[in-house]
């Protein structure tokens, strides 16, 4: 059965880290699994590094399986998102009796689900950090009596600290990308960001074959997460530099 998304409302009101809203969702809930289906399931590249890990595959496996890699129409940079079954648009990590097959390694939307968060920037220009919640007709964990702050959702989530941390400095590249929006990057730039955002493993072999200038030899020996995070800090601020791109 396609079961399609409509009727999403996002409240108006806006909630910080210390606001309360009310939330459960269990199995055994009337609708359990309805949001699994038909969903823009976008991988960040820590969300990538967890699941293909969890997996236990390689980036080309999990690509080849699961996902499809694009140029995004916002970011202008490469992503990735999980293809949803044919016939019942069944997200492929889904097991209809039990839930989410993959839930300790489930991407941040999931987890974040029913929350928004975003960044406002204030009239002093300091920016902070905002959420709001988002209600689709299918989803009734909103009737539950339990309420829980937006801080203690996103531990329950385990969203903190490490979610955040890798895809807030996802976010910033994207920001430097918008800065430069109007300049297209060449298939070589792209390429280099896949390698530094998605796929680790060859990066590691690329590091002690031939070395790489964001990284020593003995940095192929790092846990991934930190490779993921020396990568994602070089294109920000290397790769998408503004120098690099006057003329
Ligand atoms: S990853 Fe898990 S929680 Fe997320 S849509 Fe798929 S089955 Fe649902
Ligand atoms: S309560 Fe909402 S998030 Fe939980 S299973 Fe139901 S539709 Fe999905």
């Known amino acids: 059965m396609h079961i399609p998304h409509y009727n999403i409302v996002l409240d108006p009101k806006d909630l910080t880290l210390n606001d309360a809203f009310n939330f459960k969702c269990y199995k055994g809930i009337v609708c359990f699994n309805k949001c699994c289906y038909d969903v823009k399931l976008i991988l960040t590249p820590y969300d990538f590094l967890r699941l293909r890990t969890h997996l236990g595959m390689t980036t080309e496996e999990f690509v080849e399986k699961y996902a499809e890699v694009y140029i995004g129409e916002v970011t202008q940079l490469p992503t990735v998102s999980v293809n949803m079954l044919p016939i019942d648009y069944a997200c492929p990590f889904l097991d209809k009796e039990e839930g989410c097959k993959v839930y300790p390694a489930r991407p941040s939307s999931c987890r974040f689900y029913p929350l928004v968060r975003y960044f406002a920037v204030l009239e002093n220009g300091e ?27 996103l531990e329950e989530q385990g969203l903190i600290p490490n979610y955040i941390y890798f895809n807030d400095l996802w976010g910033e590249i994207v920001s430097q990308r918008q800065k430069i929006k109007d300049i297209p990057l ?44 020396k990568g994602l800090i070089y294109i920000r601020d290397e790769l998408l530099k503004e120098e690099n791109f006057r003329f």
């Not at 920016?127 to 959702?153: A, D, S």
């Not at 060859?202 to 846990?223: N, R, W």
């Open 186 to 229: 060449t298939g070589d730039l792209l390429e280099e960001i896949f390698l530094l955002a998605y796929d680790l493993d060859t990066l590691k072999e690329v590091i002690k074959e031939d070395g790489h200038p964001a990284f020593t030899k003995g940095d192929a020996e790092l846990p991934a997460e930190k490779l993921l995070e």
């Open 127 to 153: 920016r902070v950090e905002v959420f709001k919640i988002w209600r689709e007709t299918h989803c009734k964990g909103h009737y539950e009596n339990r309420p829980i702050t937006v801080q203690n959702y």
